[in-house]
């Protein structure tokens, strides 16, 4: 199947600082990309929604701000935490459409990066 | 809204047990329904999916049959190998195209 890498898988930082997360499809090129944050024992939720080269969607209650999403490529996008705090801590993790799939269910066609752990201090 | 509940806890077993782990869902409409799977270190993986009432989705041994009178998507694997522990989400897609996913149950399988 398809590949989606994240980049950190780890990453601890004090309040305050920035942390940038970079999800990549490697083998196909990905039109939209998913942000999701799972905290422990806790089901996935949908963060927002990246287009390539347009603005993300987000979800409602997710600070625009505060996460910020960038699709400049298709096989790139990023997920900068500002200002984190940390109640920020958490799992976030990526996934790519592939648009060459069937359309019909598209749940199948989205793959999943492996993830990144976010600690803030 | 659309939500999937899978039943509380860790599910832990011997090598060649019965596997069953319980998935329902609240949706409006018709759903597409799916097990992912998530080994450790690595990405969640489509394990299966149904897209209608009463189709059965199976893979590896595993199946989920989509029950629109119960609103449920259980899956079972007869004979669980200690190559299956992971951690288990049940997941639907509807027509607004946004995944929703349980909680996740993790399953340990001890030789």
């Known amino acids: 199947g398809a590949v989606v890498s994240q980049h950190p898988s780890w990453v601890i930082c004090k309040s305050g600082t920035s942390v940038k997360i970079e999800c990549r499809s490697l083998d196909f090129q990905a039109t939209t990309m998913f942000w999701y944050r799972q905290f422990p024992k806790q089901s996935l939720m949908l963060m927002a929604t990246s287009n390539e080269g347009s603005k993300a969607t987000y979800e409602q209650g997710v600070e625009k701000d505060k996460f910020l999403i960038n699709h400049a490529s298709l096989t790139l996008s990023t997920l900068t935490v500002t200002s984190a705090h940390p109640e920020d801590s958490s799992f976030y993790i990526c996934s790519a459409r592939d648009p060459t799939r069937t359309a019909r269910t598209f749940g199948g066609t989205q793959y999943f990066g492996p993830g990144t752990r976010l600690t803030v201090l | 809204g659309d939500s999937v509940t899978q039943m509380e806890g860790p599910v832990t077993l011997s090598e060649e047990a019965f596997l069953t782990i319980n998935c329902t869902y609240t949706a409006t409409g018709y759903p597409s329904l799916f097990w992912y799977v998530q080994y450790p270190g690595e990405g969640l993986q489509l394990l299966l999916k149904a897209t209608k009432a009463d189709d059965k989705g199976s893979n590896k041994g595993f199946e989920a049959t989509y029950r629109k009178e119960t609103t449920s998507f259980h899956l079972e694997k007869g004979s669980v190998q200690v190559s299956d522990s992971a951690v288990y989400f049940c997941?639907?897609?509807?027509?607004?195209?946004?995944?929703?996913f349980g909680k996740g149950n993790q399953v340990v399988v001890i030789p």
């Open positions: 997941a639907l897609i509807n027509g607004n195209n946004r995944l929703a």
